[in-house]
T-cell receptor
């Protein structure tokens, strides 16, 4: 149980393109979803916390107009990287939890490797 | 500030036992998690501790001492496939997950 699906797994596109990444909880309802970014050999960096039906909470230093997050249902959150540039190339990972209680782990999608040329 | 410390890298031998330590200083505590992350892949959940003591799950065990702000992940009968990064994370008083930088574990034959 607790499967999170992330799509696409790999994107290569030109600078200036907008890229949408989908994160779905397949067998549970996720009231909260999280978006992370990870550069090579570095730790996970939380970008934003997404709650169904409300605006996402962005971490300090993350541009909300650049990284648009939509969490329209209990099973789907999307991250759109607008006008992507080479410095946005990274590994983007979503996770979801069943509620926000202390003992609920975050379950991760397989990640999206984004390469901007 | 909130801080989680774990060694950057450790090396162990196939078949042996290794202990990965994690110390934390957070505003409040609502549980500690260990995740495994293979290179190029997303993290997978390993264990959860909220009370002091040892939680055993097959070859993996996790220990917590809240008074010392300390946890460890113990891996027994190491296999080559255990080569990965191991991430320690703590939920603070706001239930926000604070992540450590991860420990890269290298298993040698």
């Amino acid at each position: 149980g607790a499967v999170v699906s992330q799509h696409p797994s790999w994107v290569i596109c030109k600078s200036g393109t907008s890229v949408k990444i989908e994160c779905r909880s397949l067998d549970f309802q996720a009231t909260t979803m999280f978006w992370y970014r990870q550069f090579p050999k570095q730790s996970l960096m939380l970008m934003a916390t997404s709650n169904e039906g409300s605006k996402a909470t962005y971490e300090q230093g993350v541009e909300k107009d650049k990284f648009l997050i939509n969490h329209a249902s209990l099973t789907l959150s999307t991250l759109t990287v607008t006008s992507a540039h080479p410095e946005d190339s990274s590994f983007y990972i979503c996770s979801a939890s069943i509620g926000g209680g202390g003992n609920q782990p975050q379950h991760f999608g397989d990640g999206t490797r984004l390469s901007i040329l | 500030g909130q801080n989680i410390d774990q060694p950057t890298e450790m090396t162990a031998t196939e078949g042996a036992i290794v202990q990965i330590n994690c110390t934390y200083q957070t505003s409040g505590f609502n549980g500690l998690f260990w995740y495994q992350q293979h290179a190029g892949e997303a993290p997978t959940f390993l264990s959860y501790n909220v009370l002091d003591g040892l939680e055993e799950k097959g070859r993996f065990s996790s220990f917590l001492s809240r008074s010392k702000g300390y946890s460890y992940l113990l891996l027994k009968e190491l296999q080559m496939k255990d080569s990965a990064s191991y991430l320690c994370a703590v939920k603070d008083s706001n239930y926000q997950l604070i992540w450590g930088a991860g420990t890269k574990l290298i298993i040698k034959p």
